[in-house]
């Protein structure tokens, strides 16, 4: 099973490109911020403790997370899955060490990073554009948006590191069409498959 980590800031792509590769390889695309997401639309306990951090644009609590991809694990480890996109985990150096623990406990690793690299500017515009559709109170404010990217820097970017020492980093410039990225990542995927 082919574990894929797709990194990077905010607004750099990983959600739609995770549905891109998820069509053409056949993977299952988990994205930790669309099921808390989801819990906050449902108004589940889960999701009404979610909704401050997000709101204010902090990450959510590590052990919350953690706990979310053991499920999910847990219900891959049964069905027929040819590999994962993670997108939006892990997003601390305790959730990527924890996340060694927990797939080395099934037999698994992750096989590549991918680190979509967008310049700072960059990020704050795609993601005021986004937020125009996607109706997501973290979308629509420049300070919030800003935070989000201040607090990945320093919380969240020193995960890469966790990966570049097990030589299982790859950095893909993420500026330019759809299509032009999606083509970058492919080149780095095909070499793992």
């Known amino acids: 099973m082919l ?3 797709l990194f990077g800031a905010p607004g750099c792509g990983k959600g739609t490109q995770s549905e891109l590769l ?3 390889y056949g993977l299952k695309h988990v994205s930790t911020g669309q099921i808390i997401r989801n819990e906050i639309a449902s108004k589940t306990p889960l999701g009404l403790e979610m909704e401050s951090y997000i709101s204010r644009g902090e990450l959510a609590p590590d052990n919350i997370v ?3 991809v053991e499920h999910y694990l847990e219900d891959a480890k049964s069905a027929d899955i040819k590999g ?7 997003r601390t150096e305790h959730q990527a060490s ?3 623990t927990v797939l080395a406990q099934r037999d698994m690793k992750v096989d590549v ?3 979509m690299d967008v310049p700072e500017e960059e990020l704050v515009q795609r993601i005021l554009l986004r937020g125009k559709d996607s109706g997501r ?4 404010s420049e300070d919030v948006i800003r935070n989000r990217i201040k607090i990945y820097n320093a919380q969240t970017a020193v995960v890469a590191q966790h990966y570049l020492v ?3 980093y790859e950095a893909v410039d993420s500026v330019g069409t759809i299509d032009e990225v999606f083509e970058r990542i492919c080149n780095v995927i095909d070499r793992y498959i």
């Open 3 to 5: 574990n894929i980590i």
């Open 22 to 24: 998820e069509k053409k």
């Open 66 to 68: 953690i706990e979310m």
């Open 84 to 90: 994962t996109i993670f997108d939006g985990f892990p």
């Open 98 to 100: 924890v996340f060694d």
């Open 113 to 115: 990073m991918i680190y």
């Open 137 to 140: 109170a973290d979308d629509a």
């Open 166 to 168: 097990q030589e299982k």
